[in-house]
Structure formats: C-alpha cells, structure tokens
C-alpha cells in the first residue's frame, strides 16, 4: 500500500524584547544562570505579573506577515501543570482568544512545485526556564534565567505533506522574522524550536491518522530525519497490524531515534482558565494600520528586484534574499561598485562556502560593503585575478574592522601579473620542462592545454589573468 504523511507544526519563536513578558528582567541569553531574574519570573507569591506592551507590538508585526486575522481584543489564560522549569506551576499563555487566526504562508520548493501551508493560530505565552543534566553525575540544575521570555507559538493545519515543505515553512518563517526584526530564530540557542506532528495514512484517504508529537528537535537537519524515521516506523507498526499511540517522542539525534516521552495530554489536562492578574488588552486600527506601513520588504519581493534590477538568476536572488544581512551586504556592495555580477559570485562562492565550512550565522556575519566594494573594483579592473583574489577576500571576512584591502594587496604581493614577457618566459620555462606534454599536443591532444595553463598559473602563484595565459601558451605551442 501506498502511505502519504500528514504533519502540522507547533513552532515556538522567542521575541527579541530587551525585557521580559511580564517583568522588567533581561531578556539576553545565557549569562549566570539565576542571574536574569526575579520575584515575578521566579513566581514568587504575591507578585504580579505586568505585561510589556512591546511584547503585542512584535507579536501583531508577526501575526500579519503570516496573513492573520488580528484579534482587536486580546486576553491571557493560565495553563496550569507543574514541572521544574516552571517555578509558578502555571504559564500564562493564550487559549481562548489567541491574537492571531487564520494565516498562511506560501512556500517555494526547489522542484519549482509551490504550496501553500495555513496557520490555524499564533498565541501569546511566557518561556520556561531549562534543566541542565549534569555530566558528572545524576544532578539536575535548574536555570530560570529564561523563564519569562516572550514567546509566541504558531500552530500550523496540518497541511505539511513532505519534509521539504517543513524546512521550507521553517526557513520562511527565520528569514520572515529577521526582516521584521523580532526574533533572531536560532534553532541551536532554543530561540526558534519546532514540535512535528506526525500521522500517515493510505493514500487517497480522507480521514487523518492517529498522530505522535516530537518536541524541540534544533536544527533542519534533525528535523529532516526525524520526520523520516517516525514516517517509517508508523508505517511498519501498522503494516505489521499493530496502531500508533498518541503520544509525545523525544528524538535523539546522535542516536537517530526517537522514543516514547509521555503520552499526548489534552486541553483539558490543563486547567485552563482566563489569568486573573492581567486587564484584556485592546489594540486600534490605528496601531494596526500603523505596523502595515512600516512592514519591510521581504525574502520574495527582494528576489524578485535582485533578478529584474541586477540579472541574478532565481536560484541565486533566493538564497541572497532569504537573508536580511546577506540582502543588505550585496544591495549596498553593488551600489558602490556597480557590478552585481562580480559581488554575487564572490557571495555564492566564498561567503556561502565559509558560511557552511565554518557553520556561521549568517545574520551575525559582518561585511562592510565599502571595503568589499572597493576588493570587487580591484577584480573588474584586471588589477587581481579572482585566483589571488580569495586570499584577500578571506581576510574581508575574517581579518576584523581595521582590515586594508589595498594595504594587503600590496604587501602580499598579490596584483596580477600584466608583465606579458614575465608570463611569455614563464610559459617557456613550463614548455621546456614538459616534453612529452607537448609531442601529446603535437598528436592532436587539445586537452593537455590545460595542463599548460594550470602549470603557469601555478608558478606565477594565480596572479596573471587566465585569458591572458592561456593566449601565450597557445601562442608558443603553436610556434614550436
Ligand atoms: P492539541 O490541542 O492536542 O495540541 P491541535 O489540534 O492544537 O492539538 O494540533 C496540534 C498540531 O498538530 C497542529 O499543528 C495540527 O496541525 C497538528 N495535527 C493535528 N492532527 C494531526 C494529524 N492527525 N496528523 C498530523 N498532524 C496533526
Ligand atoms: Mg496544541
Ligand atoms: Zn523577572
């Protein structure tokens, strides 16, 4: 039989707040632990809970980027359970009014395939602290240094069919709320933590399956195979007669397996009621219309102006404009030396290749497109060969503020070589060396040609221009 998977996504994002949800604490991650708290985020008794306005503010430009519904009229509830991390036994969160409802994104798959997935809901909520398990021995510590920082959970319909549209939805959801600025939605540090529901079911079935819940995998990646390994296990447990439970799987990334937490609880577990320490909250259409105006271009429109106003290809103008800090290095770099041909491909190959090498945020990278304007002009001008040129462009990356780019060339010798006799000698010198290359030239073998070329690039360390080059070698074989 023939299984198709269903999943919906519960995604947890942290807001960028300098404060807390509910106090005035830090929001900055990591730090001492127990040292970004107090009597209201530690849930002492008797303190009250006073919700930071900025929190709705983030949450609104959120909920209508995802093209929601925004709910004028906005109330907290408790969710009552009690578990360590949770020094009140309650979290404030959002039950019955939600502040944002029926949105979607749309997504771009790599076959070219579009989808469209819809969002059920985002609610409002404050973050748990963390256990940390000891290394050494059977301790557990606790560090409420987290607890209190606004998060809002979007849950998704379960309208995820395959796991590219999950790391797709992810992916969007990052660049998403990066251009607007309210979350830097880093999947190691916790800041963005996606839960996957997972059903199967028999293809061309209407009805959904039983489904299972994995909780806070952290990076796509895991994501990815996770979603394989529970598809796969569903399937084989049913096939063999047996039914899927409805519980919550912890995955275990290092062992590439996933197993049984819990089983599922439901809303009513919880005990919800409306927070008595918290006055509703109305927001006008004036705030609202006013967060319309300031929206930023995102990911999809950028790709759209980078392919028309400079030719990148659509692969390319998505990958730049999937990322804010990206965006921004190219559009400025190429308002300063007009080649958006030659800052792209610096781009796609050594800032891309360094970024995975070296697995760097990309938001966190920092550029100045002034001095990476001015490397570009030496490239265009013929004045350094794209060869010596990555040497330089190294350093642009990683040489810090006060890096030289001209400083540089100059004293690691690295212009190109315009001496045309140093190049025709050098060729020489190369050809006089390789006898039996050149009787292979002489028998028709074309293709030792690049021998030649790459010998003299070698010893002239790639500082002469390729083109250059490989008209001498011509020119020499064929006077022999
Ligand atoms: P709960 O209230 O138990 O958390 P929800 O109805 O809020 O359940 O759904 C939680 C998430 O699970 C949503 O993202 C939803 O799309 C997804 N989901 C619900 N049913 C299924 C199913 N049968 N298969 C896969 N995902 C599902
Ligand atoms: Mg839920
Ligand atoms: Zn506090």
Known sequence: MKWEVVMGLEVHVELATKTKIFCSCTTEFGGEPNTHCCPVCTGMPGTLPVFNRQVLE??????????????????????????????????????????????????????????????????????????????????????????????????????????????????????????????????????????????????????????????????????????????????????????VVQETRRWDDAKGESYAMRSKENAQDYRYFPEPDIPPLSISEEEIQHYIDITPEFADAKAERFMKDFGLSEEDADIIAASKNLAYIFEETVKLCDSPSEVRFWIMSQVLYYANEKNLDLEKLSISPEKFAEFVKFITGGKVTRQAGKQVFEQLMFGGTDFDVAAYIKENELEAVEDTGLIDSTVKAVIDANPKAVEQYKGGGTKIMGFFVGQVMKQLKGKADPAAVNKAVLDALEKL
């Open 58 to 243: 983030y949450a609104v430009r959120a909920g209508l980027a995802l093209n929601c519904d925004i709910t004028r009229y906005n109330k907290f509830d408790r969710k009552n359970y009690f578990y360590p991390d949770l020094p009140k036994a309650y979290q404030i969160s959002q039950l019955y009014l939600p502040f944002a409802q029926n949105g979607h994104v749309d997504l771009k798959l790599k076959s070219g395939k579009t989808s469209q997935i819809r969002i059920h809901e985002i609610h409002m909520e404050e973050d748990a602290g963390k256990l940390v398990h000891s290394a050494y021995d059977d301790s557990t510590y606790l560090d409420y240094n987290r607890c209190g920082i606004p998060l809002i959970e979007i849950v998704s319909e379960p309208d995820f069919r395959e796991a590219e549209e999950v790391t797709a939805y992810l992916s969007k959801l990052k660049s998403v709320f990066e251009y607007l600025g309210i979350s830097d939605c880093r999947m190691e540090e916790g800041s963005m933590r996606a839960d996957v529901n997972l059903s199967v079911r028999p293809e061309g079935s209407t009805e959904f399956g039983t489904r299972t819940e994995m909780k806070n995998i952290n990076s796509l990646r895991a994501i990815e195979r996770a979603i394989a390994y529970e598809s796969k296990r569903q399937i084989e447990l049913i096939e063999d007669g047996g039914k």
